[in-house]
């Protein structure tokens, strides 16, 4: 069973400065894949980054990074130079890379609102 | 290439009644999955179909079912619907059943709330 705990119910930026929101995961799994998705009010869950376990460097994606911290079973997620368009939900969410099926376990999310 | 779309985007159904929400999946997807996500909480896993056979299934009664149809559309029937059905229930679309290296695309969504 996996279990993804973010523990930040909200956050909030002023547009042009950084931000970092939390997660910390649990798995009995060796190997697995980590992700951060963005969920905008038009619901649609978008995928902003993902991680391979197996990979120690950290994933980035333009002005997204991660910082992976396998030990601690940490994945927070840095964005930079927040954007008024970066206002949404985020979720941080986990899945195993074998198994029968493909299967994401979610937290609860963080509402990140950006400050002109 | 078109996307993921559910339908409808919003329902209304009283306690006890019976509803089937549908999902087309993207073009080239053989695989859907289905989430509930109730306010305020991340998306559940209900279950998955491949290629017409569930493929997996969450914590959710029997009362949750499912088809996938030769064209790989989806839908998710819930019966005896309780009061706890309310939530947005998202369907989500990939090329592959299995692998985090294997992205999914996800749908708008239904907003169903039970009175």
């Known amino acids: 069973a996996q279990t993804v705990t973010q523990s930040q119910p909200e956050m909030s930026v002023q547009e042009a400065e950084t931000v970092t929101l939390s997660c910390t995961y649990d798995?009995?799994?060796?190997?697995?894949?980590l992700f951060w998705y963005k969920q905008p009010p038009s619901r649609q869950m978008i995928l902003v980054i993902r991680q391979e376990a197996y990979k120690q460097q950290n994933a980035t994606e333009n002005r997204f990074s991660v910082n992976f911290q396998k030990a601690a079973k940490s994945f927070s997620l840095k964005i930079s130079d927040s954007q008024l368009g970066d206002a949404a939900m985020y979720f941080c969410a986990c899945t195993n890379s074998g198994g029968s099926n493909y299967k994401l376990t979610f937290g609860k999310g963080t509402l990140l609102t950006v400050n002109p | 290439e078109t996307g993921v779309t559910q339908s409808p985007t919003h329902l209304i159904k009283t306690r006890g009644q019976q509803v089937t929400l549908r999902c087309s999946s993207q073009?080239?997807?053989?695989?859907v999955s289905w989430y509930q996500q109730a306010l305020g909480q991340g998306p559940q896993f209900i279950f998955q179909?491949?290629?017409?056979?569930?493929?997996g299934r969450g914590n959710f009664p029997p009362r949750f079912s499912g088809l996938q149809f030769p064209n790989y559309s989806s839908e998710l029937n819930v019966n005896a619907l309780e009061l706890d059905d309310s939530a947005l229930y998202l369907c989500a679309s990939s090329r592959r059943k299995t692998g985090g290296n294997e992205k999914l695309f996800f749908g708008s969504g239904t907003q169903l709330s039970v009175l």
């Open positions: 798995t009995s799994e060796s190997d697995y894949y």
């Open positions: 073009s080239g997807h053989n695989t």
């Open positions: 179909y491949y290629r017409e056979e569930e493929n």
